[in-house]
């Protein structure tokens, strides 16, 4: 699925380490079918299926990746005590997943409070975490494992709640420069095809092949 930002946290990560030779089977999460269930039982993605084996879950999945592919790239800290931090804070982050969609899921001016409020923490523990560590991204001087682990939830809020996402200064600049990032770019579909999507998703109808209705390049 395209806009999944569990995928796209896969995707981060095969594009950091130079995976490039894969395939990829989009599918449509909302309307599973039952080949998902066979090659995951849970029915989430990602899946990946290589020599005859099967794993799933975002950060496994991407933390395999990298141990195959990415020992040149550095994107694990080295250091145990700041590495268990920085799974730590994710922890701490998951509020960022949980507000964007009781954000947008919400029925009335309560829910969205809620949603937002949870976005909200999730700033004040990125925020917290930047200036005490005094590095530009939660993996260090540069984008590490951790950066892309939350990067996708960072992106969406900018997508639907920038103004939000503006009020935190030091978050506003770590998304300013996380936009930077080669793997970033080369992962990022334009913010108004985003936004379309999950104006859809949030209605009960997604479009997936959204794509493919504004003529955009894959």
Not at 24 to 53: A, M, Q, S, Y
Request: charged share 25%.
């Amino acid at each position: 699925m395209k806009f999944c930002p569990f995928v796209h946290r896969l995707k981060l990560v095969m594009h950091a380490v130079g995976v490039d030779d894969h395939e990829t089977i989009n599918c449509n999460t909302v309307h599973k079918p039952e080949w998902l269930f066979e090659k995951n039982p849970r029915g989430k993605v990602p899946v990946i299926e290589r020599d005859n084996e099967i794993i799933y879950e975002s950060d496994i999945t991407s933390r395999y990746i990298n141990s195959c592919y990415g020992s040149s790239k550095q994107l694990v800290t080295q250091d145990q005590l700041q590495r268990a931090k920085e799974e730590v804070l994710l922890g701490d982050l998951d509020k960022a997943i949980s507000g964007f969609f009781v954000y947008g899921r919400a029925k009335d001016d309560e829910g969205r409070s809620n949603g937002t409020k949870l976005m909200e923490e999730s700033f004040k523990s990125l925020e917290k975490f930047l200036c005490s560590n005094k590095q530009p991204y939660i993996g260090g001087s540069h984008p590490g494992i951790s950066d892309f682990m939350h990067w996708p939830f960072v992106q969406r809020i900018a997508v639907r709640h920038r103004d939000l996402l503006s009020q935190n200064t030091t978050v506003n600049g770590y998304y300013e420069r996380m936009l930077t990032n080669e793997s970033v770019k080369a992962c990022k579909h334009p913010d108004s095809l985003e936004a379309q999507f999950w104006v859809g998703y949030f209605k009960g109808a997604p479009v997936y092949d959204i794509f493919a209705e504004k003529g955009a390049a894959l």
